[in-house]
C-alpha cells in the first residue's frame, strides 16, 4: 500500500507499523503478552504518526520536533524487540528482520534530522 504523501520515509514507517501490529497480535494472541506488546505497539506505531506529523507540519522547527520525536520513538522500539528477542517471545530469526527495518529507519530519520538542521545553519548564515 502507498502512503499519500509518496516520501520513502512515511512509506518505510507505515509498513513498518503494520509489521508491528501483527507482531502485537501474534503477542496477544500466541504468547498472551499484552504489557510489553502495548509497549511495542506504542513506540512502533508512533514512528510514523510522527513521521507523517512532520511531513505536513507548519513550520522547520515543527518538522525537527516531530523528526525528533520519531526518532526517540523508533529507539526505544529497538529496546523493545531486543527485549522480546532476548526473554524469548520472539526468535532471533524474527527479531532480526524486525530490527534490520527499525535501524534503517533509524538511519533515515537521523539523515533527515542532520540534513534539516544543516540546512537551516545555512539559511541563518546567508542572513
Known sequence: MKTKDNNIVAQKSYDFSIRIVKLYKYLS????????GNQLLRSGTSIGANVKEAIRGYTKPDFNVKMSIALKEASETEFWIELLRDTGYITTKQAESMLTDCVELIKIIMSIIKTSQQNETKKNIKH
Do not use: A, S
Not at 29 to 36: A, L, N, R, Y
Open 29 to 36: 494472541e500466541q504468547k498472551k503478552d499484552f504489557t510489553i
